[in-house]
C-alpha cells in the first residue's frame, strides 16, 4: 500500500469517483471528480490533535461499527494517503462554521473548510476495473437474529474482533457483554449457495476464512470450543487442505448441517440453535456464546454507473462478465478495458492479485505499443445517396455519426469512435449508409441461403454477437439441445437488423423470426438495442396492417451465460413454428409481394 | 477485373465434437457442390498446425480468394483463420466461420441425420456470405501511454504497481478517503496466516 502512495509513476486520486468516459481503445477520455477531504493531504502529518477535540461520533465503517469516529478522522491507522478527512455530513460546520475546534487545534493549519470538489480530465489508453463487491447482509435472513440477538456477529466483524488494531485490541469478546466467549459457532454459506435466500453462487472464500479464523482463536485461547456447521468445506486452493486439516487437529468441531434457526437466552445473552448432523444422522442441540455467519460476497450495488460508463456486462450473478471464460478471462469486452479482482467474481486475496497481475499484463500490451489496429467493420457513408435526414446521427450511441439537415451536409462518420454496431446502416432508408463487413447484401444472401430449401421448416433467429449468439454457443458447450429447425444469422449488434431483412424472411417463406440480443440495460454497444425496440415495434404494426400475424416475429433478450434459457426459447419459437401452415406462408408470400408491388406503382 | 470467386470450404472433426455427432464426409460433398466453391476438405483438427497448413496449401495451388472454415464459433477461431489467411496472402476478412460445433453437432448429438442437413444449411449459408465479403483495412490509432485503475483494493493495487512498474502513468481512483479496499479491514489473511496490510 505504502509503495502505491510514493511511487513516481502512480497518481493516487481517493474520495475520487469517475464521472464520465469516452473515447475508445488507446485513447479514453475520463473525467474525475475529486472530492473536497477539507484536509489538505500533503500538509496533514496525521498527529491526531484535530480528533482530540472534535465532539461529532459517528459509525465507524472500518471497524464495521463495533467502534465510533469523529467527523475528522483517519479511516486507520496505515492509512494511504496518511492524512486526516473531513465527512462534511457529519460535521457540525457543515453550512455555517460553529464548531471550527479542530481548526483551531490543528498547528500545521491545513484544515480547510472552503475547499471545494474539482474535476480531473485525464487522458488513458486502457482501463482497469477493480471496483471489489460487497460484502453480504445478513440483516435479510433474520432466521440467525442478526439484527436481535447482539452475539450474532458477521465473519467480518470477528475480523475486526480479533485483530490488534482492531477496538478490542485483538481480545476475542462478545458484543453483547464484552464477556470472552469459550463456545463459539460458525454457519457457514450464509447468503451464498442458495436460491431460495440470498444468492445462488458459492462465495468462494467464506470456508477458508472460517479455517483461518478457527486457527487464529484456537492460537490465542485454545480452551475455546468451536463448531462449524457447514453444507461442504470448499478447501481447493493450495495449502487449503493443510489448514483445514490443522483445524480439525486443533479441536475444531464440523459438524454437517445448517441450522435452522437460533434463539437466544436473554439473562444470558447465550445462543441455542438445533441441527440436523447429516453426517451421524441425528438432531443435535447446541448452546453456544457467540455466533459467527460466515457471509457471502455479492456484486457492488453502486456498480451500475461503472458498468455503464464503460459499456461492460454483467453476468446472471451480477459480477462484471469477462469476455471469455477461458480465452479472455480478464478482459471486459469493451477493448481495452480489464477486470481484476472481486469486481468479476467473489475471489481470496492470492486469486485476486493474480487476476490484476495478468489484467496489468494485458493492459500492458496495449499500452506498450506505439499504434494499435481497429477493427474494419465499422460504418461509411455513400454521400451521394444521403439525404441529411440525420436519422442515422439519432440512432448512434457513440454520437459518432455528424450530419446536417438545415446546412444539407452528407453524414460523417468519425472512424475511430465507430464501434461498429451497425444501428444507422439499419436504420437508414436509402441504403446510404453501411456496415463494412456485415452488409446489406451479405445478409440478404445468407436469409436467401438459409431459407433455400424446406422454408416451412425453418426458424429464422438473428443473434447478436455478445449475448445470444454467445448464449448459443453456451447451450452448445453446455450440451443442452433444442430442435434443429433454428437457423442462426449472426449480427454484431440487434441493432444491425434492418427491417427490410425481417422482410425478406417471410417473403421467402420462413414461418417465424426471432430478433435477439443483450437485456436492455446491458446492451454491449451502450443503448443502441432501444433502436431495436422501435424497429420491432415498427414491424410488428407492419404485418398487422399486412394481415400478417405478428407473432410470427419475437423479439427475446438473453445474456451471454444464459444457454438454458437459449435453448428453452428455441424450442418455444419451434412451437410456434410448427403452428404456421403452408396457407398462411403462401398468403403472407402474396401479401408482401403485393404491398412491393403498390410500392414500385 | 472482376476476379472470379474461387472458395475453399475447411470441413473440421474437431476430434469427435463435430465427426461424433454429424457426417462431416456429406457436408464435404455437399459443400463442394456449391456455387464458386472450388474445393472442400475434411480436417480432424483444422485450428491445429496441419489444419491451418492445409488452408495454406489450397489457397496457393487453387488461387482460393474466400475461405470458409466449418468448425466452432467465431467467437473461439475466427482470430486464427484469420491469422492463417492473411499469412498466405489473403486479406483476413475473406474468411467466414460456419458454426457446426456449438450451434449443431453439440445441441443435436441425439439425431445424426437433422444434424448432418443443418450442418450443410450452416455451410450453404456461410458460402452465401463468403461470396460477398471484400477485403477490408484496419486502421491505426495512437495509444496514449497512461491507464486509468478504478478501485484501490488489493486488486487495484497490484495492478497499479506492476503497470506503473512497467514504466506506465498510472492513475488510481478511489471512492473512499484511503486505498486497502476489504482487505485492510482484514486480520490475517489465509493461506499464510500473514498480515493484511
Redesign the interface.
Known amino acids: 500500500?505504502k509503495?502505491?502512495?510514493r511511487?513516481?509513476?502512480?497518481?493516487?486520486?481517493?474520495?475520487?469517483?469517475?464521472e464520465d468516459v469516452s473515447g475508445y481503445v488507446?485513447?479514453?477520455n475520463?473525467k474525475?471528480r475529486r472530492k473536497a477531504?477539507y484536509v489538505r493531504e500533503a500538509d496533514c502529518t496525521a498527529c491526531g490533535e484535530c480528533a482530540t477535540v472534535c465532539p461529532v461520533n459517528k459509525y465507524n465503517e472500518?471497524e464495521?461499527g463495533l467502534a465510533t469516529r469523529n467527523a475528522i478522522y483517519?479511516?486507520?491507522p496505515?492509512?494511504?494517503?496518511s492524512?486526516y478527512?473531513i465527512n462534511m455530513a457529519d460535521c457540525l460546520s457543515k453550512d455555517v462554521i460553529t464548531c471550527n475546534k479542530c481548526v483551531e487545534k490543528c498547528q500545521k493549519r491545513c484544515i480547510d473548510f472552503d475547499m471545494r470538489d474539482e474535476i480531473v480530465e485525464?487522458?488513458?489508453?486502457?482501463?482497469?476495473?477493480?471496483?471489489?463487491?460487497d460484502?453480504y447482509d445478513p440483516t435479510r435472513l433474520d432466521e440467525y437474529g442478526y439484527t436481535r440477538f447482539q452475539n450474532v456477529v458477521t465473519s467480518?466483524e470477528l475480523?475486526?474482533l480479533?485483530?490488534a488494531g482492531?477496538p478490542t485490541g485483538g481480545h476475542l469478546v462478545r458484543p453483547g457483554d464484552t464477556k470472552a466467549p469459550k463456545r463459539i459457532g460458525f454457519i457457514q454459506c450464509v447468503g451464498s449457495r442458495s436460491h431460495n435466500r440470498g444468492n445462488p453462487y458459492c462465495s468462494n472464500i467464506c470456508c477458508?476464512?472460517t479455517?483461518?479464523?478457527s486457527?487464529?482463536i484456537k492460537e490465542h485461547y485454545p480452551d475455546t470450543e468451536i463448531t462449524v456447521f457447514y453444507i461442504d468445506i470448499r478447501a481447493f486452493?493450495?495449502?487449503?487442505e493443510?489448514?483445514y486439516e490443522r483445524s480439525k487437529r486443533e479441536g475444531v468441531r464440523y459438524v454437517r448441517g445448517l441450522p435452522e434457526h437460533i434463539e437466544e437466552d436473554p439473562s444470558t445473552g447465550s445462543l441455542r440453535l438445533k441441527v440436523e448432523n447429516t453426517t451421524a444422522g441425528c438432531i443435535e442441540e447446541h448452546e453456544l456464546d457467540m455466533v459467527v455467519l460466515a457471509v457471502g460476497l455479492e456484486a457492488r450495488k453502486d456498480g451500475d454507473k461503472?458498468r455503464h460508463l464503460l459499456s461492460l456486462s454483467q453476468t446472471s450473478d451480477g459480477f462484471l462478465a469477462e469476455s471469455?471464460p477461458k480465452?479472455m478471462p480478464v478482459d471486459a469486452p469493451t477493448r481495452g478495458v480489464?477486470l481484476?479482482?472481486?469486481?468479476e467474481s467473489p475471489k481470496?486475496?492470492?486469486d485476486?492479485?493474480t487476476?490484476?497481475?495478468a489484467?496489468?499484463?494485458r493492459?500492458?500490451v496495449?499500452?506498450?505499443?506505439?499504434?494499435?489496429?481497429?477493427?474494419?467493420?465499422i460504418a461509411v457513408v455513400d454521400k451521394e445517396k444521403c439525404t441529411f435526414c440525420e436519422l442515422c446521427v439519432q440512432v448512434c450511441p457513440y454520437s459518432a455519426i455528424s450530419a446536417s439537415k438545415q446546412n444539407k451536409i452528407a453524414a460523417h462518420v468519425t472512424?475511430?469512435m465507430c464501434a461498429g454496431c451497425g444501428s444507422c446502416a439499419a436504420e437508414c432508408a436509402f441504403g446510404a449508409i453501411s456496415l463494412?463487413?456485415f452488409?446489406d447484401?451479405?445478409y440478404m444472401?445468407?436469409i436467401?441461403?438459409?431459407l433455400?430449401?424446406n422454408p416451412q421448416d425453418?426458424a429464422i433467429v438473428f443473434a447478436c454477437?455478445w449475448c445470444s449468439?454467445?448464449a448459443?454457443?453456451?447451450?452448445?458447450?453446455s450440451?443442452?439441445?433444442?430442435p434443429?429447425n433454428i437457423?442462426?444469422?449472426?449480427t454484431m449488434c440487434s441493432a444491425r437488423v434492418n427491417e427490410k431483412f425481417v422482410m425478406q424472411a417471410f417473403k421467402l417463406g420462413a414461418p417465424v423470426v426471432l430478433v435477439s440480443g443483450c437485456h436492455l440495460a446491458d446492451c454491449h454497444y451502450m443503448a443502441a438495442n432501444r433502436s431495436t425496440v422501435k424497429r420491432m415495434d415498427r414491424l410488428w404494426s407492419r404485418l398487422e396492417r399486412l394481415g400478417i400475424r405478428p407473432e410470427r416475429l419475437q423479439l427475446e433478450w438473453m445474456s451471454a451465460a444464459e444457454g438454458q434459457k437459449f435453448?428453452r426459447v428455441m424450442a418455444e419459437l419451434d412451437e410456434r413454428r410448427s403452428k404456421v401452415t403452408p396457407e398462411e406462408i403462401e398468403q403472407t408470400r402474396k401479401a408482401l409481394e403485393a404491398a412491393d408491388k403498390k410500392k414500385v406503382a | 477485373m472482376a476476379d472470379e470467386i474461387r472458395i475453399g470450404v475447411f470441413v473440421c472433426e474437431c476430434g469427435l465434437n463435430i465427426a461424433g455427432f454429424l457426417d462431416c464426409g456429406e457436408v464435404r460433398r455437399y459443400a463442394e457442390g456449391l456455387e464458386n466453391v472450388v474445393v472442400s476438405t475434411v480436417n480432424r483438427y483444422t485450428c491445429a498446425d496441419p489444419g491451418q497448413q492445409e488452408i495454406k496449401k489450397k489457397i496457393r495451388e487453387l488461387n482460393l480468394n474466400r475461405v470458409v472454415v466449418a468448425s466452432c464459433s467465431p467467437r473461439l477461431h475466427e482470430p486464427t483463420f484469420r491469422t492463417c489467411v492473411a499469412e498466405e496472402g489473403l486479406n483476413p476478412y475473406l474468411v467466414d466461420m460456419a458454426n457446426i460445433r456449438e450451434q449443431c453437432s453439440w445441441v443435436h448429438s441425439t439425431d445424426r441425420k437433422a444434424a448432418t442437413e443443418k450442418a450443410k444449411d450452416i455451410v450453404r449459408i456461410a458460402v452465401a456470405r463468403a461470396r460477398l465479403l471484400k477485403p477490408q483495412k484496419e486502421n491505426e490509432i495512437p495509444v496514449t501511454d497512461a491507464v486509468l485503475v478504478i478501485g484501490g483494493g488489493i486488486a487495484g493495487i497490484q495492478a497499479s504497481l506492476d503497470l506503473a512498474n512497467a514504466e506506465h502513468m498510472v492513475y488510481l481512483v478511489e471512492k473512499q478517503p484511503s486505498i486497502g479496499g476489504v482487505m485492510a479491514q482484514l486480520d490475517k489473511t489465509f493461506p499464510t496466516m500473514d498480515c493484511s496490510i
Open positions: 500500500m509503495d502505491v502512495g511511487h513516481p509513476r502512480i497518481k493516487l486520486m481517493t474520495l475520487s469517483e469517475v488507446g485513447n479514453f475520463v474525475v477531504r472500518y464495521v483517519i479511516p486507520f496505515q492509512s494511504i494517503p492524512s478527512v485525464l487522458k488513458v489508453g486502457a482501463v482497469v476495473v477493480a471496483t471489489g463487491m460484502v467480518l475480523e475486526r480479533i485483530n482492531g477458508m476464512v479455517i483461518k479464523n486457527l487464529l486452493g493450495k495449502g487449503f493443510d489448514l461503472i471469455h480465452l480489464f481484476a479482482g472481486c469486481v481470496d486475496i492470492k485476486s492479485v487476476q490484476a497481475s489484467a496489468a499484463a493492459a500492458g496495449i499500452l506498450s505499443s506505439d499504434k494499435i489496429k481497429l477493427d474494419a467493420a472512424e475511430a463494412r463487413h452488409e447484401a451479405q444472401a445468407q436467401e441461403a438459409a433455400a430449401e425453418t454477437n449468439y454467445a448459443a454457443d453456451l447451450t452448445g458447450t450440451r443442452l439441445q433444442y434443429p437457423r442462426i444469422i449472426r435453448a
